[in-house]
């Protein structure tokens, strides 16, 4: 029986906002802060985006590299950059000169677009400010003018996108992503998240982190109506939710915190979302419980996946509740095994590397095929190509995934293994502690544990006596009023051990 998944394996990215028009061309497509574009008016921009890009010179395969944050533009370059069969490379405003450098001079982009307010990028020919380019590509647009026939039809196989990893712990990698990879894994997660043509999608997570990226193919996918916020608009949130009537919510952690806060200090009644989603950074089960208990309407769904395959397992809505800490079972059409130490498969409920098939398994890392070959290995027995994602978890007897850190958070200390993310889950359990993060031994340092709570460093350190092994307890607490987070939104620990230093 052929599944969602099966349909949309060799489509092409840019053929979901054509398919939205043919179903409801007048139905909203995307909404920013200064305005909303049907559907028919967002595949219009696109095919401009893509003549204009011709006009520029741009040849098929190119990078054209992004840099505008949440905005209605982002939509209509991306699909317009893709159907002119180059290659889009989203960036976020967030991120620093140092990692910026070293992106350009890695993906070497035939063109770049940013912000009039963006000063991080170094002016050039190749760069072109948005506010000053835009109102060529809506006289092409509303001009009607034919689009370019410079480049043929892409191949699945070709590269759609290059995902810049955040650079949180080392420089930044190009992450190469085809047509056939993205359609399949947005497909596969489509059938398992049910987005609705009904649904309004807001999305406050970065477009330039693949989380937020792929709620413009969802959306498009399901024909729902994208809601764009960006940083400046955050403290509104539950204000724009209710004013577009949000169904669908995309959280990290951090985001969850602040719509809690936000929703606990108004008297309305909260907005009526019906699902959260979660991914790049796991919710605790007492934030869960705080996040269902602002929004009575909404259920939960937890995700696991790396920007290299994207998704790797979705747990159905809530399912969480009777299952806590479980990321769900693997997609539609993909696998997940389990490896030790020795490289082979462990039984169910043993810890070992994640190791992901399938056919959202990207194609490596840009310009760099030795770490390519280092994580995207075959099968010794198979020959299929699996990627090796670096993160340590387990299995249960029913094929649920249950996430235990990345490499570097796995450690033995005084003989016992034990991973930063089980000790951080047991210290946002202790009463007063709304978020915690933890630094392993090193040199110089003893197991330290950072908690954003009131509590004096003791107290913290005593509720984790009464919940670890005696081994597990940190050294050290050091009480903060917040953690320091990436542009994705994930915790930067590499801040964190600077400020130890």
Known sequence: ??????????????????????????????????????????DARAAAFATWLAERGVARGDRVLSRIGNVREFAAMLFGTLRHGAVFVPIG??????????????????????????????????????EKLWPEVEEIALGGSPESAASPEVSPDELALLIYTSGSTAAPKGVMSPHRAITFAAAAIAERLRYRSGDVVLTAIPLSFDYGLYQVFLSAQAG????????????????????????????????????????GRGSAEPPAVRLFTNTGAALTPPLAARLRAAFPTASLALMYGTTECKRTTI??????????????????????????????????????????????VMDGYWNAPELTA?????????????????????????GHLYFEGRRDDLFKRRGVRMSCQEIEAAAVDVPGVEAAAVLPPADGRDLTVFAVTGLPAADVLAGLAERLE????????????????????????????????
């Open 1 to 42: 029986m052929r599944t969602v998944a099966d349909n949309l394996t060799h489509d092409l990215v840019h053929h979901l906002p054509a398919a939205a028009v043919a179903r409801r061309p007048d139905a909203p497509a995307v909404t920013d802060a200064h305005g909303t574009w049907t559907y028919a008016e967002l």
């Open 374 to 398: 280092e994580r995207f290995r075959r099968d010794p027995e198979t020959g299929e190509r699996r990627l090796h994602s670096g993160d340590y978890g387990r299995l249960d007897a029913d």
């Open 470 to 501: 005696d081994a597990k307890v940190p050294a050290d607490c050091r009480p903060v009023a917040g953690l320091p987070l990436t542009p994705n939104g994930k915790t930067d620990k590499r801040r964190l051990a600077e400020s130890l230093e």
């Open 315 to 360: 747990m159905e809505p809530d399912g969480d509740l009777e299952r806590p800490h479980a990321l769900g079972r693997p997609l539609t059409g993909t696998r997940v095994t389990i490896l030790g130490e020795d490289g082979r498969p462990v039984p169910a409920g043993g810890t070992g590397e994640i190791v992901v098939s399938g056919p959202h």
């Open 224 to 263: 729902a109506h994208l809601v764009l916020a960006g940083p400046d608009e955050h403290v509104g949130l539950p204000a724009l939710m209710r004013a577009h009537g949000a169904t669908v919510v995309p959280v990290v952690p951090s985001l969850a915190e602040m719509l809690i806060r936000l929703v």
């Open 93 to 130: 405003a967030g991120m620093k000169a140092y990692h910026l450098d070293a992106v350009l001079e890695d993906c070497a982009p035939a063109l770049v677009v940013a912000a009039e307010t963006d000063g991080g990028v170094p002016p050039g020919p190749r760069v072109h400010m948005l």
